[in-house]
């Protein structure tokens, strides 16, 4: 019912910025939540950054919060990830996500619509 597609992963320097698109398309809801996660070589998929359609609230994991920024614009039913900062540790496949639970989940398995992934890596 959801397809989303990632765009705007790279390869940038440590202290670089990078701006990360998901687009939407099929049949979305303004109730949706949407969900950034990311997941590195031989580490389980984390959690990085939420947003609700609906209420406009965001929230963000500890490891990125003051570095990363969740937005949408409803317009082009587009969730962004603008991330600024950037660390080595910041390596990863960066997945967009989307659920109709209510609230902001966080957990990889309260979301049933997933992107294909974009990968982000910064060098040193």
């Known amino acids: 019912q959801v397809q989303l597609v990632e765009s705007g992963g790279g390869l940038v320097q440590a202290g670089d910025s990078l701006r990360l698109s998901c687009a939407a398309s099929?049949?979305?809801?303004?109730?949706?939540?949407m969900g950034w996660f990311r997941q590195a070589p031989g580490k389980e998929r984390e959690f990085v950054a939420t947003i609700s359609w609906s209420g406009g609230s965001t929230y963000a994991a500890d490891s990125v919060k003051g570095r990363f920024t969740i937005s949408r614009e409803n317009a082009k039913n587009t969730v962004y990830l603008q991330m600024n900062s950037l660390k080595p540790e910041d390596t990863a496949v960066y997945y967009c996500a989307a659920t109709q639970s209510l609230g902001l989940p966080t957990a990889p398995r309260r979301y049933n619509y997933w992107g294909q992934g974009t990968q982000v890596t910064v060098s040193s």
């Open positions: 099929g049949r979305t809801f303004s109730s949706y939540a």
